[in-house]
């Protein structure tokens, strides 16, 4: 990750690497045209110091001529060792050009102090001194000639290089104005794009917040640089991200707890409903309480009986419909029940019990054992001229209670008992339904939560006998 | 737009850069070379050649041939003097030469007392080798190793042939020379006469003046006078020979007059190829030149010790004009 800290000092370090490239090349220009230029002021300086060297011992020649004093020769003297070494300095100024005239002007200055030497060993005034005298004067005024020679050969061999120089100081301002252009360019640019590459990721991460402010949580946030702005978009995604679970998972539960409003307003209007539905019945058995006395007072004890048999099985239909009993009131509405059919089929229909009592505390759903009997009744009582037998059997099997509920009438075929197990409609003849069993079925299993709580044997003709295995561990009854 | 910016910044860019490297390649180009120092002097001769007409046709050949053969030797040489005959500037230089001690000096001879003494006394002092060319001074009087240059008593002779052949033995013919007498002038004269002496028909007019061009024109005018049906005319120094044929232009037609002069004028060739005059003795300066820096360099290796005293003649000959035989 570039972070923008190492951006600024990568930047700064180009910027100072420019501009020292720069400085350091005008520096080595400069310092290039200096020492060349101290080279050829150093030349000149030579040259005209021979030329100053030779006047100053014609000076002191004639002046000692004049006056021999001591002082004077000793100034001769001295002016003398100044041009011998100024004689050798001239060496240093010899190149390819000049190297004839050189070694002429130095020859020349030899022959000034061989002359001197010889004029001081002769006779004072005498003519070959004087002679001597005018001599070295005119050697003296071929030196300075020379000079001026030499200086005149000097400048036109340097002539190129003095006009390079003008004409690269001339191109030295050029060179500096198109530096000075580009470099500033360039640091615009750079500067803009470097300044781009830290606002535009932050740009970009205000509109990503402004959008999340505005409540979009949707649209993902990217930031194409690599960076803390986009380490900071990410971990803004993330928390966008956060953001929208959680509002979904918000938006689910006030949707459930919505549905839940909704049914529980569906149940109090059905609770509601079935209170409304009570009351009919309420009247109705009312009536048949009414009948019951008057049947009573009328002598018709019978009758009178049937009626109350009739109210109590209708008050225990209305008032357990949906709640679990125990055997034993589930006996005590198939007794009823069955008083209701013997009032119909008199000697014809004989119930047998074999109950263990022990086993009457098992619960079992409400209405259970009458549609089976009442099947019974239908299938195996009705049709039969002569009546029959239904039979009881309550037994305790340790694990759960046994249910035996046999007839004697004309049996199931195959067919009819998968369908009545499968808890489908069965199509049968007569009044019934076939509602009845099949709704048991589906009742006992939803109970007790297992398939194997009823089983039926039968065969056509030889009765039919319907079992039922009541778990007594159920735990607490069903409300 | 984009896309417009790119491409504008671009060729700012690279305008941009284009420029910097043009001004940077001036800026730190390598400067114009500069002559390469020198620690140590050369062992190669040091030579002058000394003249005092310097940039005429005739010494410029002189001093091609001697660069040529001291370039050929190893030798440096350079070429000083003074212009128009000035012998003052000449014997400046001359001196100045004998005070830088050069290794030799190949001058002009000049036949005058200042200079016998430089060569005599200065340079001999300091054991300078000195050799004349094309302009002779005697050795008895100069001390001069040897003289290289044309045989001016034969040339002298061979211009007096030539007047023979063209005018016939019979006639008047105008000498002139300058004043000065110098050597090489004498030497001329004595071949001329030497060659005319035998035909007494020839009457010789000898006038000498000065080297000016006024006193030129004067002389010739005196002498115009006295010989007024003169035939021919020698001019035996070559300088004189424009002021005269001017002169002569004043007062005839130049063209059937016989007239002779040497080559070394600057006006020489130039009259001669418009036709004014009749022949050229031609020298050969460029040889001079070469031989004697050969010699010099011969002596100062010792290979020919002495040099010939009687001088290394070059070649001369006869430039004839063969227009006018046709009148």
Not at chain 2, 186 to 213: F, V
């Amino acid at each position: 990750m570039k972070s923008i800290r190492r951006k600024i000092l990568t930047f700064s370090t180009i910027v100072i690497v420019i501009m020292s490239i720069i400085w350091i090349a005008l520096t080595f220009y400069n310092y290039k045209t200096q020492v060349k230029y101290n080279d050829i002021i150093n030349r000149y300086l030579i040259l005209s110091e021979v030329s100053g060297a030779s006047n100053q011992v014609i000076t002191d020649l004639n002046n000692y001529m004049n006056q021999s004093t001591p002082e004077n020769l000793q100034k001769l003297e001295n002016s003398k060792k100044a041009l011998e070494s100024s004689r050798y300095e001239v060496f240093k100024v010899r190149n390819e050009v000049n190297d004839f005239t050189l070694t002429n002007y130095i020859h020349l200055m030899g022959s000034l102090i061989e002359t001197i030497d010889r004029l001081m060993g002769q006779e004072r005034d005498s003519e070959a001194a004087l002679k001597d005298l005018a001599e070295t004067t005119r050697i003296r005024n071929y030196i300075s000639e020379m000079t001026l020679n030499l200086i005149d050969m000097e400048l036109k061999t340097h002539e190129p290089f003095y006009r390079s120089i003008m004409e690269q100081s001339i191109e030295l301002v050029k060179l500096a104005i198109w530096m000075v252009l580009l470099t500033s360019l360039l640091l615009i640019m750079a500067s803009y794009w470097f300044s781009l590459s830290i606002t535009s990721p932050v740009n970009q991460l205000t509109k990503a917040a402004s959008e999340l402010a505005k409540g979009k949580f949707d649209n993902e946030i990217t930031v194409k640089s690599n960076d803390e702005i986009a380490f900071l978009a990410k971990t803004f995604d993330h928390m966008r991200i956060n953001i929208n679970n959680l509002i979904q998972q918000i938006k689910e539960k006030a949707k459930l707890e919505h549905e839940l409003q909704q049914n529980k307003i569906l149940l109090q209007e059905s609770q509601f409903r079935s209170l409304q539905s009570q009351m009919n019945p309420h009247f109705l058995f009312n009536t048949l309480n009414t009948l019951s006395k008057k049947a009573y007072l009328e002598g018709s004890e019978e009758v009178s009986d049937l009626l109350v048999s009739v109210a109590d099985l209708l008050r225990y239909n209305l008032k357990q419909m949906d709640r679990s009993v125990t055997l034993r009131d589930e006996l005590m509405v198939v007794h009823q029940y069955m008083q209701i059919q013997k009032a119909r089929f008199t000697d014809r229909l004989q119930l047998k019990l074999d109950i263990d009592d022990s086993c009457l505390d098992v619960a079992i759903p409400a209405l259970t054992l009458q549609p089976i009997i009442e099947n019974a009744v239908i299938h195996a009582i009705e049709p039969n001229i002569s009546g029959g037998t239904i039979t009881i059997h309550v037994k305790d099997m340790n694990e759960y209670v046994q249910v035996e509920i046999e007839d004697d009438g004309i049996g199931m075929s195959e067919e009819t008992i998968t369908q009545i197990l499968m808890e489908r409609q069965v199509q049968t003849a007569g009044h019934s339904t076939g509602i009845g069993f099949s709704n048991v079925v589906k009742r006992l299993r939803l109970f007790y939560e297992r398939d194997d709580v009823i089983q039926i044997e039968s065969s056509l003709g030889s009765g039919t006998v319907v079992l039922l295995k009541i778990p007594k561990q159920r735990g607490e009854v069903h409300d | 737009m984009k896309k417009y910016m790119y491409v504008i910044m671009g060729l700012v860019f690279v305008s941009l850069g284009y420029l910097i490297f043009v001004s940077a390649s001036i800026v730190f180009s390598d400067d114009i070379a500069l002559p390469k120092a020198k620690k140590q002097s050369d062992t190669r001769f040091r030579l002058v050649l000394i003249t005092r007409d310097m940039d005429t046709a005739f010494w410029n050949k002189v001093s091609t041939g001697a660069s040529r053969q001291a370039l050929k030797e190893g030798a440096s040489l350079e070429v000083w003097g003074s212009y128009s005959n000035d012998s003052e500037q000449f014997l400046k230089q001359f001196e100045l030469a004998i005070h830088s001690k050069v290794d030799g000096i190949i001058i002009q001879g000049l036949d005058t007392d200042e200079f016998k003494e430089l060569t005599k006394v200065k340079a001999a002092f300091n054991g300078i080798p000195i050799i004349t060319v094309a302009n002779d001074v005697p050795m008895k009087e100069s001390l001069r190793r040897t003289y290289v240059g044309s045989d001016q008593f034969r040339a002298g002779g061979l211009i007096a042939r030539q007047l023979l052949s063209d005018m016939g033995t019979e006639g008047k013919v105008i000498l002139l020379a300058d004043k000065q007498n110098e050597y090489y002038q004498k030497e001329r004269l004595k071949g001329i006469y030497a060659t005319l002496k035998m035909y007494p028909q020839i009457k010789i007019q000898y006038a000498e003046t000065g080297e000016s061009k006024d006193q030129v024109i004067t002389t010739m005018r005196d002498q115009l006078n006295k010989v007024p049906d003169v035939d021919g005319f020698i001019a035996v120094n070559a300088k004189m020979i424009g002021p005269m044929v001017q002169e002569i232009g004043n007062r005839f037609q130049v063209e059937p007059y016989f007239i002779y002069t040497f080559d070394e004028g600057p006006e020489s060739l130039l009259l001669f190829e418009d036709g004014k005059i009749d022949g050229v003795v031609e020298q050969d300066p460029e040889t001079m030149g070469e031989i004697s820096v050969e010699q010099i360099i011969n002596w100062l290796n010792g290979k020919t010790v002495p040099l010939d005293s009687n001088g290394y003649f070059t070649n001369i000959h006869m430039l004839k004009d063969n227009r006018n035989e046709e009148h």
